[in-house]
């Protein structure tokens, strides 16, 4: 099975950008379709961005269209979120999260499509 581990996290102002990576071992990714969600506080986790396997298919949360991108290097067993123009609404924890598959093309818009899950890392965005 693959762990993931989330870094990049941290305090950045409005109208600033970050960039999320999330480190996977035990498992190449190559057989995983990947997803980033947020969870803010008293809010339910939700899906932001998700790409699959092949990352020929992407999906975005429409709140995050255009300023969040969802990107994979396979050889680095690394997939990235690049937060774009973060607005005191990000501000949450992120995680990112795996999901086994044969499907090349199969992306997954909830949780319960993906397996493996990292701890999460903090974005705070100041007003």
């Known amino acids: 099975q693959v762990q993931l581990v989330e870094t990049g996290g941290g305090l950045v102002q409005a109208g600033g950008s970050l960039k999320l990576s999330c480190v996977a071992s035990?498992?190449?990714?190559?057989?995983?379709?990947m997803g980033w969600f947020r969870q803010a506080p008293g809010k339910e986790r939700e899906l932001q961005v998700a790409?699959?396997?092949?990352?020929?298919?992407?999906h975005s949360a429409d709140s995050v269209k255009g300023r969040f991108t969802i990107s994979r290097d396979n050889a680095k067993n690394t997939v990235y979120l690049q937060l774009n123009s973060l607005e005191p609404e990000d501000t949450a924890v992120y995680y990112c999260?795996?999901?086994?598959?044969?499907?090349?093309?199969?992306?997954?818009?909830?949780?319960?499509?993906?397996?493996?899950w990292g701890q999460g890392t903090q974005v705070t965005v100041s007003s």
């Open positions: 790409m699959s396997r092949s990352a020929g298919q992407t």
């Open positions: 035990g498992d190449t990714i190559r057989n995983y379709a």
């Open positions: 999260a795996a999901a086994r598959t044969t499907y090349d093309e199969a992306v997954y818009r909830t949780q319960s499509g993906y397996n493996y």
